[in-house]
Nanobody, 120 residues
């Protein structure tokens, strides 16, 4: 069973930066599409950023120009660079991805989340 493991969350002051990582826990063939979602207390989970297999990206309007999603195919890892953080970016951040296993089967997985807190 593959797991997606997020890391990089923490407490940061407004205007600061964090880089989140999402890595597959076991050897896989490749990551296909990967999304980053976030869920703030009392709010619905929202899509923040997407990166496709060939590297095309898309962002929520609320993070455009501040967040950058990228991937390292050799490491089977996807990153979310978050700059100019605002208190309203405070949330649990989750990665969700379509993973090709070594046997060619494609499955979708969620990570367990990493908490980002933006506060002075």
């Amino acid at each position: 069973q593959v797991q997606l493991v997020e890391s990089g969350g923490g407490l940061v002051q407004p205007g600061g930066s964090l880089r989140l990582s999402c890595e597959a826990s076991r050897t896989i063939s490749r990551i296909n599409r990967m999304d980053w979602y976030r869920q703030a207390p009392g709010k619905e989970r929202e899509l923040v950023a997407t990166i496709t297999r060939d590297g095309r990206t898309n962002y929520a309007d609320s993070v455009k120009g501040r967040f950058t999603i990228s991937r390292d195919n050799a490491k089977n890892t996807v990153y979310l660079q978050m700059n100019s953080l605002k208190p309203e970016d405070t949330a649990d951040y989750y990665c969700n991805g379509d993973i090709y296993h070594l046997d060619g089967i494609l499955r979708n997985y969620w990570g367990k989340g990493t908490l980002v807190t933006v506060s002075s």
